[in-house]
């Protein structure tokens, strides 16, 4: 029998990851096709790093989430959310696929108006409606949640010069079982509040009370408190009911699922603990059947999700620039993506692989982006394999934040492009480069000409 060869035992301090009853994993993966595109086609014709999309899988969660709340409840209307992903051909797509618009500011509002959604159809939140906004959202017809009173008594003056009745609802604070509480916006339940904005809309002629709105929270793992928020907006329609006799249209639930990535600190990854839709749909469905408001004036509940329903679409796909070691010995790898391209990265540990078949053995290792700031910190420990200068890596559930919270900070912004249905590739933004980067600056004459 052939002597095995000696391998001598390594002891190695463990910073990234926790073990299970099988131990570390070594078993390395890679993305070597995204919707059956390769990753080294898409950097070779749109460069590196560049963000891509897919279709396919905004559609299937779309419709995923749909089905789970239009199952179990007769009326349910999705509005995206811009600021979630505010480009163009994204915004499309949710709304070929039914979804109205919700929108946090005049800019966002005069993007649906351009992607062709009907005023009607567009849901103005948030608390900085300048007054050429709302009176542009009041003769669209659209429908505006008040957040202050200061903006209440805005919204009066303006229905009684252009002599147009305003479409509103109010958002509503709470406690919901999950801390910290969301005061910051809108009108508080428990303190009255709310019923005091309420009273106030109702005698007031030119405006509509449509509905209610809440918004609980960021990456909401537990159902539970959706369930709670619902049951006190629906208190809140049924004593609208009994002293006014007035039906509101809809229950507006915002939005706040988790998306599946990891948040940093977490025990276990997002992917395992993450509820999903059917677990929010039966606790909101299951509170507004069993709330006390009259079965022939159920409202419509709206859902603003946004983070759920585009996250698993986006990949950021990027190269390796260097390897080095770090002062204590551990591994240390650059790429070409950035905290300016990737945002999120300050809040979720990442999922990031190879693009290409690498080592099995792993390292702890920390994944720097290419800017000239110490913070710019990809992953801070993870176990990675040895890739070379000018390996490729994809970083998955990137869709959400990162395109409206990106910043061009030393480097340019790169292109961003969609996988169609069919596995074709379009370019859906295109990257800046030193035209666009300057076309806005002005230049005073008296500085035009400088000495060296």
């Given at each position: 029998?052939?002597?095995?060869?000696?391998?001598?035992?390594?002891?190695?301090?463990?910073?990234a990851?926790?073990?299970?009853?099988?131990?570390?994993?070594?078993?390395?993966?890679?993305?070597?096709?995204?919707?059956?595109?390769?990753?080294?086609?898409?950097?070779?014709?749109?460069?590196?790093?560049?963000?891509?999309?897919?279709?396919?899988?905004?559609?299937?969660?779309?419709?995923?989430?749909l089905?789970?709340?239009q199952t179990?409840?007769?009326?349910?209307?999705?509005?995206?959310?811009?600021?979630?992903?505010?480009?163009?051909?994204?915004?499309?797509?949710?709304?070929?696929?039914?979804?109205w618009?919700?929108?946090?500011?005049?800019?966002?509002?005069?993007?649906?108006?351009?992607?062709?959604?009907?005023?009607?159809?567009?849901?103005?939140?948030?608390?900085d409606?300048?007054?050429?906004?709302l009176?542009k959202?009041?003769?669209?017809g659209?429908l505006?949640?008040?957040?202050?009173?200061?903006?209440?008594?805005?919204?009066?003056s303006?229905?009684?010069?252009?002599?147009?009745?305003?479409?509103?609802?109010?958002?509503?604070?709470?406690?919901?079982?999950?801390?910290?509480?969301?005061?910051?916006?809108?009108?508080?339940?428990?303190n009255?509040?709310?019923w005091?904005?309420?009273?106030?809309?109702?005698?007031?002629?030119?405006?509509?009370?449509?509905?209610?709105?809440?918004?609980?929270?960021?990456?909401?793992?537990?159902?539970?408190?959706?369930?709670?928020?619902?049951?006190?907006?629906?208190?809140?329609?049924?004593?609208?009911?009994h002293?006014?006799?007035?039906?509101?249209?809809?229950?507006?639930?915002?939005g706040g699922?988790?998306?599946?990535?990891?948040?940093?600190?977490?025990?276990?990854?997002?992917?395992?603990?993450?509820?999903?839709?059917d677990?929010?749909?039966?606790?909101?469905?299951?509170?507004?059947?069993?709330s006390?408001i009259q079965?022939?004036?159920m409202?419509?509940l709206?859902?603003?999700?946004?983070?759920?329903?585009?996250?698993d679409?986006?990949?950021?796909?990027?190269?390796?620039?260097?390897?080095?070691?770090?002062?204590?010995?551990?591994?240390?790898?650059?790429?070409?993506?950035?905290?300016?391209?990737?945002f999120?990265?300050?809040?979720?540990?990442?999922?990031?692989?190879?693009?290409?078949?690498?080592?099995?053995?792993?390292?702890?290792?920390?994944?720097?982006g290419?800017?000239c700031?110490?913070?710019?910190?990809?992953?801070?420990?993870?176990q990675?394999?040895?890739?070379?200068?000018?390996?490729?890596?994809?970083?998955?559930?990137?869709?959400?934040?990162?395109?409206?919270q990106?910043?061009?900070?030393?480097?340019?912004?790169?292109?961003?492009?969609?996988?169609d249905?069919?596995?074709?590739?379009?370019?859906?933004?295109k990257?800046?480069?030193h035209?666009?980067?300057?076309?806005?600056?002005v230049?005073?004459?008296?500085?035009?000409?400088?000495?060296?």
């Amino acid at each position: 029998m052939e002597k095995l060869p000696f391998e001598r035992p390594v002891i190695n301090k463990i910073n990234a990851g926790v073990s299970d009853k099988f131990g570390m994993k070594s078993a390395n993966r890679c993305i070597s096709h995204i919707d059956g595109v390769a990753v080294k086609d898409m950097i070779s014709e749109y460069g590196s790093p560049v963000y891509v999309i897919s279709e396919k899988t905004i559609r299937s969660t779309y419709q995923a989430a749909l089905t789970a709340f239009q199952t179990r409840y007769p009326k349910v209307q999705f509005a995206w959310s811009y600021k979630t992903n505010y480009i163009n051909a994204v915004c499309k797509v949710f709304h070929q696929e039914g979804s109205w618009a919700e929108v946090v500011s005049g800019f966002e509002y005069s993007k649906a108006i351009a992607n062709g959604v009907p005023g009607s159809k567009i849901i103005f939140n948030g608390p900085d409606k300048s007054r050429t906004d709302l009176t542009k959202a009041i003769e669209n017809g659209s429908l505006i949640h008040i957040d202050h009173f200061d903006e209440f008594y805005e919204i009066v003056s303006i229905t009684e010069l252009i002599n147009k009745k305003a479409k509103v609802a109010i958002r509503v604070n709470m406690d919901a079982g999950i801390y910290p509480v969301w005061d910051r916006f809108g009108f508080n339940y428990e303190n009255g509040e709310a019923w005091s904005a309420i009273n106030k809309i109702m005698v007031e002629p030119n405006m509509e009370l449509m509905g209610l709105h809440t918004h609980i929270g960021t990456y909401i793992t537990t159902p539970g408190a959706y369930a709670i928020a619902t049951s006190k907006l629906s208190a809140l329609a049924v004593r609208i009911e009994h002293k006014y006799k007035h039906h509101i249209k809809y229950i507006d639930l915002g939005g706040g699922f988790a998306s599946k990535n990891t948040l940093k600190g977490a025990y276990l990854p997002g992917s395992d603990t993450c509820p999903t839709f059917d677990d929010y749909a039966e606790a909101i469905t299951n509170a507004l059947n069993n709330s006390e408001i009259q079965y022939e004036h159920m409202p419509t509940l709206f859902l603003e999700s946004g983070r759920a329903l585009i996250d698993d679409a986006g990949s950021l796909l990027g190269s390796v620039l260097a390897n080095k070691r770090l002062a204590d010995g551990r591994r240390s790898t650059i790429i070409d993506i950035g905290v300016n391209m990737l945002f999120t990265a300050f809040w979720y540990e990442h999922n990031i692989v190879p693009a290409q078949q690498s080592p099995s053995f792993t390292e702890d290792t920390t994944i720097y982006g290419p800017l000239c700031m110490n913070i710019d910190v990809i992953r801070g420990a993870i176990q990675f394999p040895a890739l070379n200068k000018g390996d490729q890596v994809v970083i998955s559930r990137i869709g959400a934040y990162n395109m409206t919270q990106w910043m061009q900070f030393i480097n340019y912004r790169p292109n961003v492009v969609m996988i169609d249905l069919n596995s074709k590739t379009h370019v859906i933004r295109k990257n800046e480069d030193h035209e666009s980067m300057n076309s806005l600056d002005v230049v005073p004459t008296y500085l035009e000409k400088i000495n060296l």
